[in-house]
C-alpha cells in the first residue's frame, strides 16, 4: 500500500531582501491512492508547482509532511518519476541513453536495462528513434522520451509538471491519450499540474482546483472523463454537456480568482 | 634548384604578379556578374545573401597581394630589375652634392646663412636682455654688452656684400663653374659608357645580403656614378670655403680679446659659490655664440646664387638624364627612393620595411631548411623538424631529484681503497638525473615545436587543473567563495605584467614561460567550466536527482557534459590568449621559439625576418582555432540546442 499523504502542508517563502514572508502553501492535506490519476489546476501563483515540488522532495515543507505509504518524503528519490514541461532531456545523450539514465546510475546489467529500454521505447511509440540524438526530436517526441525515461525506473508515483504546456493542440491531444493509455496500463499514480482546464479535465480522475494567497486547495471534484476517455476519443468527451458544464463552472471560478488578485493587487 | 628559383625571385615575382591582375580581373568581372544575376535573389538583410561568393574572396586575395607587391616594390623591381640599381647610382649624385645643397635654400626652405643669422641675431637679443645684473660690476656689464654688440656687428659684417673680399668670391664661382661643367657632362649623355666586367658580376637585387647593387651595371648608371665622383670633390671644396672679409677679421680679434678679459676677471672668486657659477655660465653663453659665428660661415645672400643656380641646373640635367627613370621611380617605387649612406644603397619607404612577398618566401625557405650545416634554421635550432629524443632526458624531467633524496638510507661512500660502489639511491638517482640510457624516441623539435610546446603543456595543465575547479565552484558555495576573489583577482592582470616577476623566480627557461602561460589557461578554465556547471538547468539537475543519481553521478554525468560547450570555447579562447602571451614572453627572453626568432630580428631590423615570423604566427594561431572550432562542432553537435 502505497499512498500518497499530504498533511497539513505549509510553505512560506521569506524574501531575504525585504524580511517579508509569502505564503506559498497554507494546510493542504489530501491523500492520493495507489493507481489513482490526479489534476492539479489553478491561476499562476496558487502554488502548484511548490506543491508539486515538495512531492517530488526538490524542496522541504516549512509545515506539515509528504508521505508515500509509511515512508516520510525528505528528498528526491526513484520512487518518484518526474516529467518536466520541456522534457529536461539530456541533448549530450541519444535517446537509449537518456532512457537508461537511471538504470545506469543505479548500475544495472546492461543486457537487462536494454531489453526494459526497448520495451518502453516501444510503448511510447519511439521504436526505431534509439539512436537518434534528442535535440533532433520535436517537442511531442522529446516528451515521449521523458516519459519513458522517467517509466523504465518503475516508479509508484508519476508527477508532472505542466508535462504537454509547450506542444501544439494536435500532439497534446497525442500525448494526452498516451498518458490515459500508461495510466491503464500501468496502474501508476499520478500527479499532474496543468493550466489548461480541458487537459485537467481530461486528465483527472480527481481534479483540485487551487486559489492563490495562501496557497490552498480551494475545491475538489470526482470526474468520469478520465475513465472514459479510455474507450472514447477525447473529441467525443470534449462534446458532452457534461465536460462543458463542468468546464463553464471551472473556467468561472479562476476567471474570479484571478479578477480578484487584479483588484485586490 | 632552389638556388635557381632565388636568383631569379624578381622573373617568378613578374609572372605572379601577371597571374594576379589576371585573377583579379576575371574575378571582378565573374563577380559584377553574379551580382546582376543573383540581385533579385534575397531581401536586403537576408543572411543568405552573405552565402558563397568565392569570387570576391579571390577577388580580396589577388587585391591584397597586389598591394602587397606595391608597395614592397615588388612590382618595380619585378618588370624593371635595373631601376633599383640606376636609382642608386643618381642617389649617389644626391649624397655627393649634400653638403653643397645644405647651405642652399633647395632642401631646407633657407640658406643656411640665413638660418645662422636668423637664429644667432635671436640668441644675442635673448641673451642681452638675461643679463645677471647682481652678478657683475657696472664696469663688467658694460663689457659684456659690448662683447654682444661686437658679435652683433660680426654678423652684420659677413652679411654686407661689400666686404667680401674678392679671394672667396672667386673661390665661389670656381664651384659653380666646376659644378657646370658636371651639368655639361651629363648634358652629353652617356652614350659609349661600358659598366665595368665587376659590376655586372654583382648579385642581382634582393639576393645578396646587400639589398641592392652597389656598382653602376648600365651606362646611365655609369654616368651617374661618375658625375657622382666629381661632385665629391667639388663639395669637398666648398666645405672648405669661408667668407674672408677684412672688416669682420678686425672685430673678431677685438671680440676675441673682450671674452679673454672677461673670462680672466671671472677667474676670481667673489667668495659666493651661487655668484661665481652664475658669472662663469654668462659668460660662457656669449662666448658660445661668438664662436658660432666667428668661423666665416655667413655669406651674404646673394653670394651664393651663382651656386644655387649650376645646383639647380645640375639637377635638371640629372632629371633629363634619368628620363624615364623619373616616372618609374614615382610611379612604382612609392617611398623615399633610394638612399646612398657611406657603404650602401637601400630602399626607403614601404620598400624598406615591407618585405616583397617573394623575399619573404625565400626567407621562410631558408628558415625552414632543416639542415642547419647548410645555413637553415635560426641560431642553430630548426624551424620545424624532429629528432630523437633520449628517453632518459623525459624520466628525468618527471621525476625531481628531492624524491630519491627522501628515500631511506644514505648514498654511498668512496671506499677506503678509492673505489666507488653505487647503492640503489645512487643508482635511482641517476634515473632521476638522467645519467642513464634507456633509448631514444622520435620527438619534434624546432622553433615552431618549442612554442607550441610551451602552450600544450600549459594547456594540459590549464585544463587538468581549472575544469574541476571550475565545475566545483559552479556548485559548491565554499568553493565558489574562497576561490573568487583569489581567481578575479590575479585574472583580470594582463599575463605580461607578471612576466618580470616569473621569469627571475623561474629562470629564462621553458618553466616560467609554461608558467606564465598555465596563469592564463588556468583563469580562463575556471571561469568558462564555472560558467558551464553553474548554467546547468535546475530541471535537468531536478530529473537526475528523480532518476536515483548521486550527486558524484551527476556531477560526472550531467554537470560535466553540460559545461562541454562553455569548457571547450573556453579552450578555444585561452589557447588564442595563451599563443599571444607566449610570443610576447619568449620575446623577453629565451633562446628558442617563433617569439625570439622575431625579437633577434627586431635587434637587426631584419624586416623580412619579422613579417616571416609574423606571417608564422597567424597562420599557426589560425591553425589553431580552426582545429579547435573542428573539434567543438563534432564533439558538441547539441550546442545551442537543449
Known amino acids: ?265 | 634548384m632552389l638556388d635557381f628559383l632565388s636568383q631569379e625571385r624578381a622573373l617568378i615575382a613578374a609572372f605572379i604578379i601577371f597571374a594576379l591582375f589576371i585573377s583579379l580581373g576575371v574575378s571582378i568581372y565573374v563577380g559584377v556578374k553574379q551580382s546582376a544575376l543573383r540581385a533579385k535573389d534575397e531581401v536586403f538583410g537576408d543572411p543568405e545573401r552573405t552565402k558563397g561568393g568565392w569570387y570576391w574572396a579571390l577577388c580580396g586575395i589577388s587585391a591584397l597581394l597586389l598591394i602587397w607587391f606595391y608597395f614592397s616594390w615588388g612590382i618595380g623591381r619585378a618588370y624593371f630589375p635595373d631601376a633599383g640599381n640606376e636609382m642608386c647610382q643618381s642617389a649617389k649624385i644626391d649624397e655627393a652634392i649634400s653638403p653643397i645643397t645644405a647651405a642652399l635654400p633647395m632642401k631646407s626652405r633657407y640658406y643656411k646663412s640665413t638660418t645662422l643669422v636668423v637664429r644667432n641675431v635671436e640668441q644675442l637679443a635673448d641673451i642681452e636682455a638675461r643679463l645677471p645684473v647682481d652678478a657683475f660690476s657696472t664696469a663688467e656689464q658694460r663689457r659684456l654688452l659690448t662683447v654682444i654688440d661686437q658679435t652683433r656687428t660680426i654678423i652684420s659684417a659677413f652679411s654686407n656684400p661689400e666686404n667680401q673680399n674678392p679671394e672667396s668670391f672667386a673661390s665661389l664661382e670656381r664651384i659653380a663653374v666646376d659644378l657646370d661643367r658636371v651639368t655639361a657632362q651629363i648634358n652629353a649623355g652617356y652614350q659609349g659608357m661600358q659598366p665595368s666586367a665587376k659590376a655586372l658580376s654583382q648579385p642581382k637585387w634582393g639576393v645578396a645580403e646587400e639589398e641592392i647593387p652597389l656598382l653602376p651595371m648600365t651606362a646611365k648608371g655609369v654616368l651617374f656614378d661618375l658625375a657622382a665622383g666629381e661632385i665629391k670633390e667639388i663639395s669637398k671644396a666648398f666645405l672648405k670655403l669661408r667668407n674672408k672679409s677684412d672688416e669682420a677679421d678686425q672685430l673678431i680679434i677685438q671680440t676675441k680679446a673682450d671674452i679673454a678679459g672677461l673670462k680672466e676677471a671671472i677667474r676670481q672668486s667673489t667668495g659666493d659659490d651661487r655668484i661665481d657659477k652664475l658669472r662663469a655660465a654668462y659668460v660662457k653663453s656669449v662666448e658660445r655664440i661668438y664662436k658660432r659665428v666667428d668661423d666665416g660661415t655667413i655669406f651674404p645672400a646673394d653670394a651664393l646664387n651663382t651656386v644655387n643656380a649650376s645646383v639647380t641646373q645640375l639637377y635638371q640635367a640629372v632629371e633629363s638624364a634619368k628620363g624615364s627613370l623619373s616616372f618609374v621611380e614615382t610611379v612604382f617605387f612609392p617611398g623615399q627612393g633610394v638612399v646612398k649612406s657611406k657603404t650602401i644603397c637601400s630602399e626607403q619607404g614601404p620598400g624598406r620595411w615591407l618585405p616583397k612577398p617573394t623575399d619573404v618566401v625565400a626567407t621562410f625557405g631558408k628558415l625552414a631548411n632543416p639542415d642547419i650545416e647548410s645555413g637553415g634554421g635560426y641560431k642553430g635550432t630548426t624551424l620545424l623538424w624532429w629528432k630523437w629524443l633520449p628517453v632518459a632526458d623525459v624520466v628525468a624531467f618527471l621525476i625531481p631529484d628531492g624524491l630519491v633524496d627522501m628515500l631511506p638510507g644514505d648514498y654511498a661512500r668512496h671506499q677506503s681503497d678509492g673505489s666507488f660502489v653505487p647503492n640503489y639511491k645512487d643508482k635511482l638517482l641517476a634515473v632521476a638525473q638522467g645519467n642513464i640510457w634507456l633509448g631514444s624516441i622520435p620527438m619534434l623539435d624546432g622553433h615552431i615545436w618549442d612554442s607550441l610546446f610551451r602552450v600544450i603543456v600549459a594547456m594540459g595543465f590549464g585544463i587538468l587543473l581549472g575544469v574541476p575547479l571550475g565545475i566545483y565552484m559552479g556548485v559548491s558555495r565554499f568553493f565558489k567563495s574562497f576561490f573568487d576573489p583569489l581567481i578575479e583577482l590575479y585574472r583580470p592582470v594582463p599575463p605580461l605584467a607578471w612576466a618580470p616577476l616569473i621569469l627571475t623566480i623561474f629562470g629564462i627557461q621553458d618553466d616560467g614561460k609554461i608558467f606564465l602561460l598555465f596563469m592564463v589557461a588556468f583563469a580562463i578554465m575556471v571561469i568558462s567550466a564555472r560558467t558551464g556547471a553553474s548554467g546547468t538547468q535546475l530541471s535537468k539537475i531536478r530529473a537526475s536527482h528523480s532518476l536515483g543519481a548521486t550527486d558524484r553521478q551527476i556531477l560526472r554525468y550531467v554537470i560535466l557534459p553540460n559545461a562541454m560547450p562553455e569548457i571547450l570555447t573556453g579552450i578555444r579562447i585561452a589557447i588564442g590568449v595563451c599563443w599571444g602571451t607566449l610570443v610576447a614572453a619568449e620575446m623577453l627572453a629565451g633562446t628558442t621559439g617563433v617569439g625570439f626568432i622575431e625579437n633577434v630580428a627586431r635587434t637587426v631590423s631584419d624586416y623580412e625576418l619579422i613579417w616571416v615570423t609574423i606571417l608564422i604566427m597567424g597562420v599557426l594561431g589560425l591553425i589553431f582555432d580552426l582545429v579547435m572550432r573542428w573539434v567543438i562542432s563534432k564533439t558538441i553537435p547539441w550546442r545551442g540546442k537543449g
Open chain 1, 1 to 265: 500500500m502505497s499512498d500518497l499523504i499530504c498533511d497539513n502542508l505549509c510553505m512560506t517563502f521569506t524574501n531575504p531582501q525585504t524580511g517579508g514572508a509569502v505564503e506559498a502553501l497554507k494546510d493542504v492535506s489530501f491523500t492520493l491512492k495507489e493507481g489513482e490519476l490526479l489534476s492539479v489546476l489553478g491561476p499562476s501563483g496558487c502554488g502548484k508547482t511548490t506543491l508539486l515540488n515538495m512531492v517530488a522532495g526538490f524542496i522541504n515543507p516549512t509545515g506539515g509532511s509528504v508521505a508515500l505509504g509509511d515512508k516520510t518524503i525528505e528528498g528526491p528519490g526513484v520512487e518518484r518519476g518526474m516529467v518536466f514541461q520541456q522534457g529536461a532531456l539530456f541533448e549530450w545523450l541519444p535517446v537509449t541513453k537518456n532512457v537508461d539514465f537511471g538504470l545506469r546510475m543505479k548500475k544495472m546489467d546492461e543486457d537487462e536495462a536494454e531489453a526494459l529500454v526497448l520495451k518502453w521505447l516501444d510503448i511510447v511509440g519511439l521504436q526505431g528513434f534509439g539512436d537518434t540524438p534528442t535535440y533532433q526530436l520535436s517537442g511531442g517526441m522529446q516528451q515521449r522520451v521523458a516519459l519513458a525515461r522517467c517509466l523504465v525506473n518503475d516508479p509508484d508515483v508519476i508527477l508532472m509538471d505542466e508535462p504537454l504546456g509547450a506542444l501544439d493542440a494536435l500532439t497534446r491531444e497525442k500525448m494526452q491519450s498516451l498518458i490515459l493509455e500508461l495510466w491503464k496500463e500501468t496502474g501508476k499514480t499520478i500527479m499532474i499540474i496543468t493550466h489548461s482546464v480541458e487537459e485537467a479535465l481530461l486528465l483527472g480522475e480527481r481534479l483540485f482546483v487551487m486559489a492563490p494567497r495562501p496557497g490552498r486547495i480551494h475545491k475538489e471534484y470526482k470526474l468520469p472523463f478520465a475513465e472514459l476517455g479510455l474507450s472514447e476519443s477525447l473529441r467525443e468527451i470534449k462534446k458532452l454537456p457534461d465536460f462543458n458544464s463542468v468546464r463553464e463552472e471551472i473556467l468561472t471560478m479562476i476567471w474570479d480568482m484571478e479578477e480578484e488578485i487584479m483588484g485586490g493587487a
